[in-house]
């Protein structure tokens, strides 16, 4: 099998089976809580604009996982991850959702590059109010 097919399944399973450094909540993905919330659905399509020109795939979420819990600065968000099907590792998104607001505040895309299995190139897209405590916790999450 070739090298790129086996990036995208090494990726791809540990992107779904990550271990939880934070609780889990609610259960739902991205796809499944925009699914049954037109608000969530319209903050993701707000916050993830700038990305979609050059990544539609996120128009309908990718691969997702379900959401995390995460501090940053003493308030708790939801982290939720998604990446390009067919070829997660080479484009993710890790998002912040603060529920007392309903408001994705901050997040990543990342497109990267690999030689093999050796991860050669990567290019960051921050998104929304992204300060450097929110990219810290962000960065935990994008691989």
């Known amino acids: 099998m070739n090298k790129a097919f086996h990036i995208s399944i090494l990726a791809l399973s540990t992107l779904l089976t990550a271990p939880a450094t934070a609780a889990e909540?609610?259960?739902?993905?991205?796809t499944e809580a925009a699914g049954a919330d037109n608000a969530l659905a319209a903050e993701f399509q707000r916050i993830m604009k700038p990305i979609t020109p050059d990544?539609?795939?996120v128009e309908s979420f990718g691969v997702t996982t379900t959401p995390e819990i995460?501090?940053?600065?003493g308030k708790v968000y939801d982290v939720y991850r998604g990446?390009?099907?067919n070829d997660c590792p080479a484009e993710v998104y890790?998002?912040?959702y603060d529920r007392e607001n309903n408001k994705f505040v901050s997040g990543a895309f990342i497109r990267s590059q690999f030689k093999d299995l050796t991860?050669?190139?990567?290019?960051i897209t921050w998104?929304?109010?992204?300060?450097?405590v929110r990219a810290g916790a962000i960065g935990k999450h994008l691989y």
């Open 25 to 30: 909540i609610d259960g739902k993905n991205i």
């Open 55 to 57: 990544a539609p795939w």
């Open 70 to 73: 995460e501090a940053v600065g």
């Open 83 to 85: 990446c390009k099907p």
């Open 94 to 96: 890790v998002l912040l």
């Open 119 to 123: 991860l050669t190139e990567s290019a």
């Open 127 to 132: 998104l929304g109010d992204t300060d450097t």
